[in-house]
Nanobody
Framework: QVHLEESGGGLVQTGGSLTLSCVASGRGFDRNIMAWFRQAPGQGREFVAT????????EYGDSVKGRFTISRDNAKNTLYLQMNSLRPEDTAVYYC????????????????????WGQGTQVTVSS
């Protein structure tokens, strides 16, 4: 059974940093598309970042470009999100997602592309 587990969320002040981790278990994801999404209270799910399985392509949502960095360690089946210069509007539950099919061509910012989701980790940025 596939399981994605996020960690690293918490409370931080404006301008601070956090690093989220997502460990995939149940099968290998070193050849699968993975991404981060987030959802703020009362809002829809928002794309944050994705990185192609071979690390050749990275995409970011406009609101996080230049502040967040996505990386993956395929040997450890782990996805990371380094978040710097955090703002109150970054407050949300952050979700890790992975696609079922290996060798996905390119990347995707659409949540419908992803088949597996973690339970989410809360990030709160105080002003």
């Amino acid at each position: 059974q596939v399981h994605l587990e996020e960690s690293g969320g918490g409370l931080v002040q404006t301008g601070g940093s956090l690093t989220l981790s997502c460990v995939a278990s149940g099968r290998g994801f070193d050849r699968n598309i993975m991404a981060w999404f987030r959802q703020a209270p009362g809002q829809g799910r928002e794309f944050v970042a994705t990185r192609k399985w071979d690390n050749t392509i990275t995409e970011y949502g406009d609101s996080v470009k230049g502040r967040f960095t996505i990386s993956r360690d395929n040997a450890k089946n782990t996805l990371y999100l380094q978040m710097n210069s955090l703002r109150p509007e970054d407050t949300a539950v952050y979700y890790c997602a992975a696609g079922r099919t290996p060798y996905y061509i390119g990347t995707s910012t659409y949540d419908t592309t992803y088949d597996y989701w973690g339970q989410g980790t809360q990030v709160t940025v105080s002003s």
